[in-house]
């Protein structure tokens, strides 16, 4: 990612103009806003959100989104012979394509679920630049609980915040997992720079980015894809923890087109 200079947010000003297509936009307005027309609601703000990057939850074709899986090939030569890490790898399909596009470079793939990393480690069997390891990545090394529906046990959703999984479920089981940080991993394998790093913990990405604080400030991650969901709200972790974090690097959205 680019440097940026830093981060403003424009105030919102009235104008003349605005108040006349307000004005004229009011009769319009007043037939929609209206308990019987919530569905067109419903549909135009569902579109805005896409056309704005968000929930743009297209499946591709290698189990990934369209808009991931066109990322990865519009930046496959940058990837080769790099270090990448996929944190909160799941079964494995970034880790996988990531391979495919990238066969030179070594990909490290996380995952703390025990079954879902034992169907993660069948995946990747006999692709030898990717090393599943059983860990969580968050903000300090040691052992830490990860939660779970108990009736989908090893479901995409499984995160370290409790919280984060009761939004969906009050039949939680939870599981001891060790953690480790990404400076701590850097150190330990002796690796001087990832790029692409990409994080998908269900609320907890900030938290990964906290434990990379070093290799953050030394520019020794390039690429970053991070998630904000509806699980933050659970975490209280706002966007504007990600510009502060983040800082020197451009934050964007990823489109459908990568």
Sequence with gaps: MTETAGIRTPAWRGSPLKSLVAKCAYPVFFLLNRPSMAWFGDLLYDASLRCSGIAITFSGNEGLTRAEENFLHLNRDHLQRGVLLDIGANHGAYATLLAKIAPTARIFAFEPHPTTFTFLRSRIEGVPSVQAINQAVADTKGKLK??????????????????????????????????????????????NHIDPLKIDTEG??????????????????????FEFI?????????????????????????????
Excluded: W
């Design 204 to 225: 907890h990405d900030l938290s990964v980015l906290k434990g990379a604080r070093r290799a953050l400030s030394e520019r020794k991650i390039g690429m970053i894809q």
């Design 146 to 191: 990860l939660y779970d529906f108990r009736s989908e046990d090893g479901s995409t959703q499984a995160s370290l915040s409790e919280t984060a999984v009761g939004l969906y479920s009050a039949d939680i089981v939870e599981h001891a997992v060790d953690c480790t940080t990404v400076d701590a991993f850097m150190d330990e394998r002796g690796i």
């Design 230 to 258: 509806p699980a933050n709200i659970a975490t209280r972790v706002t966007m504007r923890d990600f510009f502060e974090i983040l800082k020197g690097y451009r934050i964007g959205r990823l489109c459908l087109n990568g």
